[in-house]
Nanobody, 116 residues
Framework: VQLQASGGGLVQAGGSLRLSCVAS????????ASWYRQLPGKQRDLVALITRYGVIDYASPVRGRFTISRDNAKKTVILQMNSLKPEDTATYFC???????????WGQGTLVTVSS
């Protein structure tokens, strides 16, 4: 399983970005998908989760501003980020957790920078 994340970049506060993560392999339909973010030297924090059944949850700092979605046919998980704030600046990682094996697969990270 390989994950390819894209869509990061530089945006002004209040702007929007759309992150995309495309997966290879055959586990996507039976995997929970999520986005995490990480600052240098800090732990990786969960941003948003969408289960294989479509149950969604968000971290409190992004609730109401970010939207996670998935397209099983395209093996893609999307994170739509609106009303971005400087504190959203981080490297964002997508992840797939196989519900069969419990193993988690990670994408390579995409940098989001929000200027004030």
């Amino acid at each position: 399983v390989q994950l390819q994340a894209s869509g990061g970049g530089l945006v002004q506060a209040g702007g929007s970005l759309r992150l995309s993560c495309v997966a290879s392999g055959s586990i996507f339909d039976n995997a929970d998908a999520s986005w995490y973010r990480q600052l240098p030297g800090k732990q990786r924090d969960l941003v948003a989760l969408i289960t294989r059944y479509g149950v969604i949850d968000y971290a409190s700092p992004v609730r109401g501003r970010f939207t996670i979605s998935r397209d099983n046919a395209k093996k893609t998980v999307i994170l739509q980020m609106n009303s971005l704030k400087p504190e959203d600046t981080a490297t964002y990682f997508c992840a797939l957790r196989s519900t069969a094996s419990g193993r988690t697969y990670w994408g390579q990270g995409t940098l989001v920078t929000v200027s004030s």
